[in-house]
């Protein structure tokens, strides 16, 4: 009697529809941003917040990874981010973005304007360089934009 009810629980879960089962992907996105460009910072942006509130809608896990190197560096600067305001709001209110700035570009800043560090918003992780990062989470299934 035992082995039936367990049988008819296993059929019973095999009828669920896939649509009402639930769904333990983490979908995962990289955003590239590499130009200093106010719209297209501004663009990756809405990318970050439309993506983030679409499969949080659904109730799925999403994390975004915002990676700026060469001009759009600009876009994570504390002096010259022309989407400061932005980033802080979305840093706080989503939790599960996360931005990266590029360490040979930052470099490469530092020698260009002969200062001794570039002063980054808070919360920004500093990554050896940009691109291979972008690779590196391209290897392991991210998905990846470019605004």
């Known amino acids: ?11 019973a879960m095999l009828a669920v529809p896939a649509s009402a089962q ?6 995962r996105l990289v955003i590239q941003v590499s130009e200093n460009d106010a719209a297209k910072m501004n663009l990756a942006l ?5 993506v983030s509130q679409y499969y949080t809608g659904k109730g799925e896990e999403v994390e975004i990874e915002v990676v700026a190197y060469g001009p759009g560096l600009h876009m994570l600067r504390a002096d010259t981010s022309p ?6 709001s979305v840093s706080q209110s989503m939790p599960s973005v996360s931005f990266s700035a590029c360490g040979n570009t930052m470099e490469g800043m530092k020698k260009a304007e ?3 560090k570039i002063e980054l918003l808070p919360k920004i992780e500093v990554v050896s360089a940009g ?4 690779i590196e989470l ?10």
């Open 1 to 11: 009697m035992l082995r039936f009810f367990a049988a008819f629980a296993m059929l």
């Open 22 to 27: 639930k769904n333990d992907k983490v979908h």
């Open 46 to 50: 809405n990318n970050v917040v439309n």
């Open 83 to 88: 989407v400061k305001q932005r980033i802080m």
């Open 114 to 116: 002969n200062v001794e």
């Open 131 to 134: 691109v291979t990062r972008i």
């Open 138 to 147: 391209q290897e392991k299934g991210w998905s990846y934009v470019k605004p």
